[in-house]
């Protein structure tokens, strides 16, 4: 099974420019979420095809929440804190023009690498 | 199947000793890390064999590289809060009065006499209650993380001049010359200060409201 993984390998750079809207998407699916759970929730739906690293999450949730996009709730959960990330009102209309963003922008592609009418 | 206190507390002390101090990430990477070690121990993995294993992952580098990051997220949050925060304070009628208050009374002050050390006073009153500021932060030092302490520590040493320089102002071992550079000083890192402080205390409050749960 080919399985990406968004820090280790070389094609990831392409998946890297969409995880914002990755979390930004299921954040508007769901109501609130974990980092652990958002790593899982893109394993699940990708069929373990996509693999969100610690280390590429953490650092792009943390930049949505310094941009007003994400709020954070805290809450005790089996003993320990849990940091629940959820939309901001900026956070909802960002994700609207954050999809259609990309959705333009595999339109694109699909344009131009479809190979009745694209480059070749 | 969840983790007993006692092995969170093997997992956090693994992030300790890996300097991961600032709470913000620690709990977040307590709970991952717990998450995944839950996971492997319901597939019939023992607790230290699964420690062992999640281990492998957030290896020293891999937690310097996410304290960094975090680092760059936040300097870049408060630089960008400073410039918003400094714009707003510009249009307050209080900051404004507060600061023209300043200035007024540092010319009053270039010279001592008895009325000049009165209004020395009230410059005094003026800015005391900001160094009480630094105890609390202090206390708070371990919900912020050595950043944050050392972000507030540099308000301070930004705000001291206007303390330090009440001395100065009564002395007379001070030339003119010296006592214009420095006036001039501390009257522009003033409104810095102030607006760095004021900056900073609503950020820790915002993270102390966040995490009240530790407090209780």
């Not at chain 1, 914002?20 to 373990?48: F, H, N, P, W």
């Not at chain 2, 121990?41 to 290896?59: C, H, I, N, S, Y």
Request: proline share 2%; aromatic share 12%.
């Amino acid at each position: 099974m080919f399985v990406v993984e968004f820090e280790t390998m070389s094609n990831s750079k392409l998946y890297k420019g969409s995880l914002a809207t990755i979390i930004l998407k299921l954040l508007s699916q769901q109501d609130k979420m974990y980092g652990y759970e958002i790593t899982q929730k893109v394993k699940g739906l990708t069929k373990g095809e996509l693999n969100i690293t610690e280390g590429a999450l953490y650092p792009a949730l943390h930049k949505l929440e310094a941009d007003g996009v994400l709020e954070v709730e805290v809450m005790r959960v089996d003993n320990r804190l849990r940091k629940y990330y959820k939309l901001t009102e900026k956070g909802e209309k960002e994700t609207v023009s954050k999809l259609a963003e990309l959705e333009e922008y595999i339109k694109n592609m699909q344009v131009l690498f479809n190979p009745k009418f694209g480059l070749e | 199947m969840s983790l007993s206190k006692e092995e969170l507390q093997v997992v956090d002390q693994h992030l300790k000793d890996r300097k991961v101090e600032n709470w913000d990430v620690r709990y977040e990477i307590v709970d991952h890390m717990a998450c995944l070690i839950e996971g492997l121990m319901e597939e019939g993995v023992g607790f230290e064999d699964a420690l062992a294993e999640v281990k492998k992952t957030f290896t020293f580098r891999y937690l310097l590289k996410m304290k960094n990051e975090k680092q760059k997220v936040l300097s870049k949050y408060l630089r960008r809060s400073f410039v918003n925060e400094f714009k707003r304070k510009v249009i307050d009628l209080n900051f404004l009065i507060k600061i023209s208050l300043l200035f007024f009374v540092a010319i009053l002050l270039y010279k001592y006499t008895l009325v000049n050390t009165l209004f020395g006073m009230l410059l005094l009153i003026l800015y005391s209650p900001m160094f009480f500021q630094i105890k609390g932060m202090i206390t708070n030092y371990r919900l912020y993380g050595k950043s944050m302490l050392m972000n507030s520590v540099w308000g301070q040493i930004l705000s001291l001049p206007s303390m330090i320089m009440f001395p100065f102002y009564i002395s007379e071992r001070f030339t003119d010359k010296y006592m214009v550079v420095i006036l001039i000083l501390l009257l522009c890192l003033t409104p810095i200060m102030l607006v760095w402080n004021n900056l900073l205390l609503k950020e820790m409050k915002k993270l102390k409201e966040q995490y009240f749960l530790i407090y209780e």
